[in-house]
């Protein structure tokens, strides 16, 4: 960017990461039919609604992450919980999805995600 030769800042930028998470994920019709939903939110009434989301990543950035990383089901169930937190009363800062769900987590209890982004700190 700055054009000179021992300039090494674009070098110190995160490789894999964009606005939705390019990451490595299974591409199994759940994760893309939860990815794709979100993906056409983000680019149809994501306008409209306006940018007034508290957290970092979004919670658009979130589905689609959430969605890739964990699944349809889970997926689901962390982005319906993060919308949550996200209303009046609720939570703002930095909220990311977590890496690997708790090791007692299963799917017939999905309140169990409620806290899920934020024990990934």
Not at 4 to 29: I, M, V
Not at 61 to 68: I, K, L, M, R, V
Request: hydrophobic letters at 30%; a positive charge.
């Amino acid at each position: 960017m700055c054009g000179s030769p021992d300039c090494n800042h674009e070098k110190s930028a995160p490789r894999g990461r964009s606005r939705n998470w390019q990451g490595p994920f299974r591409k199994t019709p759940g994760r893309l039919i939860g990815m794709g939903f979100i993906r056409f939110y983000q680019l149809t009434l994501s306008g409209f609604i306006g940018n007034s989301c508290r957290h970092i990543p979004t919670c658009s950035e979130y589905g689609y992450e959430a969605f890739a990383r964990h699944g349809f089901w889970s997926g689901f169930w962390l982005t319906l919980f993060r919308v949550g937190r996200c209303g009046p009363g609720g939570t703002s800062g930095l909220d990311p999805v977590p890496d690997e769900l708790e090791a007692g987590y299963r799917q017939w209890m999905p309140w169990r995600l409620w806290r899920a982004g934020r024990k990934a700190r």
